[in-house]
């Protein structure tokens, strides 16, 4: 056999290649294993020693993987760019700038004191350098700068020009005078004119002006167009100034007399131009203008900024919406018009598709529009514009056309007043901006909201208000349960209140009709869900006290039911006008579509496509996993959607009658899975963009040059990202606006109905996730508030309720009613669905603070299957009070309320846990 040759030592192969190379790679295993075990100072220490053994070549081929897989930040960026690149750079900074750019290191000042930054700055303010630098010189021009700064050896440009041979554009003396002369006459000239124009026009004034700033000829709109035509009237003797200067550039001399007669001719017009716009107030001897008048309600949200947006010229009337009538309504229109008629009448309040809640008490619906005050309102309205024929209309801000409830109101007032009636179409998604859609009504004339309001303003405001209706939503859900008991027990008083005024106590126990009466008027009222119960049940009970049973002069009974109505209203729109409907709801569903994939391709184009570009050139703002965690979800849905874009398109470019949509909208709702992976990810998505922004400056100073800009439409990254939740709703709405305008007969009717179910299943998987989210957040500011609290974010867990409680101390042996308790500690009992937390409650006192600081300290947790309850009966010594019973401990608890409310609730929560350990 062979005899294999080694090398410092009798077990290492030199000749046999495989075995070597075996050997080579158990030996890096052995190492790597060795340098897993060590620890962080150890490794280090080992990397030093390997470094320092290492030859040239070894350590550039570490230096070059060090830069291939680490990207280098905060480079100087004169190392890597050409020299002329960054001059370019420079030249964009003042002297101050570059001075203090200087000082950076020797590199940067080479760079900022080259001649080729420092001449233009000292050429643009007439500074030469008076002799030529030689090759290897630099920095001339920038120590010429500073001392004429410091002299201030600043030339003006005539003196640089007729230093520097440049006389040639000057002018003599005698051609200055000519000029300064020619001015002097103009302005003259002009004063003459002007001041014998306002003789005249004071002459042939109308004795009907008073000539103070209060008359109703300034308050109707007039002054507006007397401003301008003062303001076409000043501009003229620049528009000459720059006539003459044209004529005289245009010539080769120049005459005075010329001058003269231009002048002459062009200030003949002056009078006629001054006088054209006076005239157009009048016809016949009568002011003819007709101002627009818009009502701005103050139950409109962030109705300052509404106010803020009216045009000028239009005539405004805020009311209140609490404590105002229909008869001071009328008082504050008719003292804002002052007895003038309008062209048109605009109301902006808030309401919806059924009715207009004008005022506290007076929503104006189907039910209450023939009431005579209600009547007489609208009446009013109508006198005070012109007739439909001359334009005159009654827009209502308000999508009263996307019901029929609300056709059924338009209806009743055009036949009742005679008016033109327009309101929106509604067909316009997001919180109030069913004002930009289309308008029932003249279609010739232009847009109400132009009227009336500012377009960008009006923009800006319907962005806020989608805000704080988020907001309302919230802060109504939190209060919605004690408002409710709140009306409740107001209910309760007011009604015992007024029984026990109309009958005595006696009478009550001895007269078994009026009990009752009472009794049957209580459980009717339960049956039907009335707006007015108390106006409800005394209608009631009057009927029961009439001797014949006749309802007597309640005509409000069957004036509002709908049966009344049946035979004046309309059934039906017209055949046409259902088509037309149709496809405006098809076009309003084409153009959110297309704005919803706008924003969906804002976030590609304006931070997925830097960031990724930033990847590639090894100058990483995030890292290829935490992109594909922010984006990849996003992304999906702009594919899925961009789809659904083009298909929708090409319906509504083939657009018929017969035409469906609902079979898109049912495959779009199979592709939903891209849409629940999103929203599964959506809590991980904003984490890791909190956290991101927090450790990666880089990253940090991105999102402040992109969020919140034009292009992203002023909206943070978070905002965008919110809009695919935001978009279910909105095809919801759309789908059942569509729906409603398409027949029965038709055959896309079927597709929509169940398109709208899905939607809907989508919506509540998404308001379960929200409600699951929202869960966690109060378990983990639960957790928070508990100092030494146990963990309690679990995945099936909410909190139910929340009880201050007082613990009690019973030591006697007596019976019941007569034993004695003590306040020893006070409590705070947090009821999950699963478990009771425990927690004593410590209130402290600051000085010069009126606010207590409030704690909890744990003490117990106790599963509820485990617990057990007793009611402790009131007696002279205690009220409220309850037992908790646990494995080990138990608690004597008194509340300062009812005591029933927190024990049916624990009870009920006790119940459910059983019922879930047994199954």
Not at 680 to 698: A, F, H, M, S
């Amino acid at each position: 056999m062979e005899i294999l040759h080694t090398r410092f030592s009798s077990w290492t192969p030199i000749e046999n290649k495989s075995l070597n190379n075996q050997l080579y790679q158990e030996r890096i295993r052995l190492i790597s294993h060795w340098f897993d075990l060590w620890t962080d100072k150890q490794r280090k220490q080992f990397l030093f020693l390997i470094l320092s053994k290492c030859s040239k070549s070894q350590l550039k081929c570490a230096e070059k993987w060090f830069v291939e897989n680490i990207p280098l930040a905060n480079v100087d960026f004169t190392t890597l760019l050409p020299r002329f690149i960054s001059l370019y750079i420079f030249s964009f900074l003042s002297p101050k700038d570059l001075g203090a750019a200087a000082q950076i290191n020797w590199h940067w000042k080479f760079l900022t004191e080259q001649d080729c930054l420092w001449m233009p700055k000292c050429l643009k303010l007439g500074w030469f350098l008076p002799y030529i630098p030689e090759k290897n010189e630099y920095g001339a021009w920038k120590r010429y700068y500073i001392a004429c700064a410091t002299n201030l050896d600043y030339s003006t440009p005539k003196k640089t020009a007729y230093l520097h041979s440049t006389t040639s554009d000057l002018k003599t003396k005698r051609e200055e005078q000519e000029e300064r002369w020619q001015a002097k006459c103009l302005r003259k000239f002009i004063r003459e004119r002007l001041a014998v124009r306002k003789k005249e026009l004071f002459k042939a004034r109308p004795p009907w002006l008073s000539g103070t700033g209060n008359s109703g000829f300034y308050k109707s709109g007039f002054q507006p167009h007397l401003s301008q035509s003062i303001h076409d009237q000043a501009r003229l003797p620049a528009e000459l100034l720059m006539k003459i200067s044209q004529q005289g550039k245009s010539a080769s001399g120049f005459r005075l007399e010329d001058e003269k007669q231009f002048i002459l001719s062009s200030a003949k017009s002056l009078p006629e131009r001054f006088c054209q716009t006076i005239s157009q107030g009048y016809s016949n001897g009568m002011h003819s203008f007709h101002p627009h008048l818009v009502l701005i309600s103050s139950h409109v949200p962030a109705y300052e900024m509404v106010v803020d947006s009216v045009k000028l010229g239009v005539v405004l009337v805020v009311y209140e919406h609490s404590g105002t009538t229909l008869e001071s309504l009328i008082h504050s229109v008719e003292k804002a018009l002052d007895g003038q008629i309008a062209k048109s009448i605009g109301i902006i309040s808030d309401g919806d598709s059924r009715g207009i809640n004008l005022l506290q008490g007076y929503k104006i619906n189907t039910q209450n529009l023939l009431k005579p005050e209600v009547r007489e309102f609208w009446k009013y309205l109508k006198s005070c514009i012109v007739s439909p024929e001359e334009g005159g209309s009654i827009d209502l801000f308000v999508p009263l056309a996307a019901s029929e409830a609300g056709k059924e109101i338009l209806f009743q007032l055009t036949r009742l007043t005679g008016a033109l009636f327009r309101t929106p179409t509604g067909i316009a998604t997001g919180s109030y901006q069913h004002i930009l859609s289309e308008w029932l009504g003249n279609q010739k004339a232009s847009s109400p909201p132009s009227l009336y309001l500012n377009e960008v303003k009006v923009q800006i405001w319907l962005r806020f208000t989608e805000l704080l209706e988020e907001a309302l939503n919230v802060v109504r859900k939190k209060l919605s349960p004690y408002f409710s008991d709140l009306q409740k027990n107001m209910a309760g008083k007011i009604l015992g209140q007024i029984m026990f005024n109309a009958v005595s106590w006696s009478n009550i126990q001895d007269n078994q009709g009026i009990i009752q009466a009472l009794a049957n008027g209580l459980v009717e009222l339960s049956r039907g869900n009335h707006e007015n119960p108390l106006e409800f049940l005394s209608s009631f009970l009057m009927k029961k006290c009439n001797k014949n049973g006749e309802p007597g002069n309640q005509d409000f009974l069957t004036e509002s039911t709908s049966e009344t109505w049946l035979d004046v209203l309309p059934k039906t729109d017209k055949p046409e006008d259902v088509i037309e409907k149709r496809q405006s709801f098809a076009r309003e569903l084409l153009l959110s579509e297309r704005n919803y994939v706008h924003i969906l391709e804002i976030v590609k184009d304006v931070y997925v496509k830097p960031l990724e570009a930033a990847l590639a050139s090894h100058q990483a703002i995030l890292s290829d996993i935490s992109i594909q965690l922010i984006f990849s979800d996003v992304l999906d849905i702009l594919q899925v959607n961009r789809c659904f874009l083009a298909e929708l398109t090409r319906r509504l470019n083939e657009w018929s009658p017969a035409q469906n949509l609902g079979d898109i909208f049912i495959k779009l709702g199979q592709q939903f899975q891209t849409y629940a992976n999103f929203f599964n990810n959506y809590t991980v998505i904003l984490k890791t963009i909190d956290k991101c922004r927090e450790t990666i400056p880089v990253f940090r100073a991105f999102l402040k040059r992109h969020d919140r800009t034009v292009v992203t439409t002023m909206r943070s990254l978070q905002e965008l990202l919110l809009c695919p939740a935001k978009r279910v709703e909105e095809y919801i709405t759309l789908l059942c606006a569509l729906r409603l305008y398409t027949p029965q007969e038709h055959t896309d009717h079927e597709d929509l109905t169940t398109a709208i179910k899905q939607m809907n299943q989508h919506k509540d998987y998404i308001d379960q996730l929200k409600l699951n989210v929202g869960r966690n957040d109060q378990l983990l500011s639960t957790q928070r508030l508990i100092q030494g609290g146990p963990q309690l974010l679990k995945p099936s867990r909410y909190l139910i309720m929340v009880q201050d409680v007082a613990q009690l101390n019973c030591s006697q042996r007596m019976n019941m009613p007569f034993r004695l308790y003590e306040h020893t500690h006070d409590l705070r009992l947090f009821l999950f669905n699963d478990i009771l937390v425990i927690s004593q409650r410590s209130i402290s006192y600051k000085p010069f603070e009126r606010i207590p600081k409030v704690t909890y300290q744990f003490l117990a947790t106790i599963m509820l299957h485990q617990l057990q309850t007793e009611d402790i009966p009131d007696s002279k010594y205690i009220k409220n009070a309850f037992l908790l019973q646990g494995p080990r401990h138990q608690w004597i608890c008194s509340t300062d309320k009812d005591k029933f409310a927190w024990l049916s609730a624990l009870r009920r929560a006790i119940y459910c846990s059983i019922n879930e350990d047994v199954n």
